[in-house]
């Protein structure tokens, strides 16, 4: 059974951090790209940042220069450092595993910026 299961959200300020994780299980990790996307009310699911099985990145425009995406194949696990943060960040985050068309989503974590 595939499970990816998100953390790290919560209520932050604007202009401060925050560190999302996402562990995977039921999956050869190490052969997915790995993206976390974002949405937020009365909008849809957006891209937010994508990491491939050969550590290749991308951004959302709206993001680049804030967040890193990251992956460590030893814990099955992706990240999203999230720094500079603004109130138009506020959104559920969601961890995506893909590979051909094999494709996987996790329950979400909000992530709530204040002004």
């Known amino acids: 059974q595939v499970q990816l299961v998100e953390s790290g959200g919560g209520l932050v300020q604007a202009g401060g951090s925050l560190r999302l994780s996402c562990a995977a299980s039921?999956?050869?990790?190490?052969?997915?790209?790995m993206g976390w996307y974002r949405q937020a009310p009365g909008k849809q699911r957006e891209l937010v940042a994508v990491?491939?099985?050969?550590?290749?990145?991308n951004y959302a425009d709206s993001v680049k220069g804030r967040f890193t995406i990251s992956r460590d194949n030893a814990k099955n696990t992706v990240y999203l450092q999230m720094n500079s943060l603004k109130p138009e960040d506020t959104a559920v985050y969601y961890c995506?595993?893909?590979?051909?068309?094999?494709?996987?989503w996790g329950q979400g974590t909000q992530v709530t910026v204040s002004s």
């Open positions: 995506n595993a893909l590979r051909a068309k094999l494709n996987y």
């Open positions: 039921g999956i050869i990790f190490r052969v997915y790209a």
């Open positions: 990491i491939t099985s050969g550590d290749s990145t």
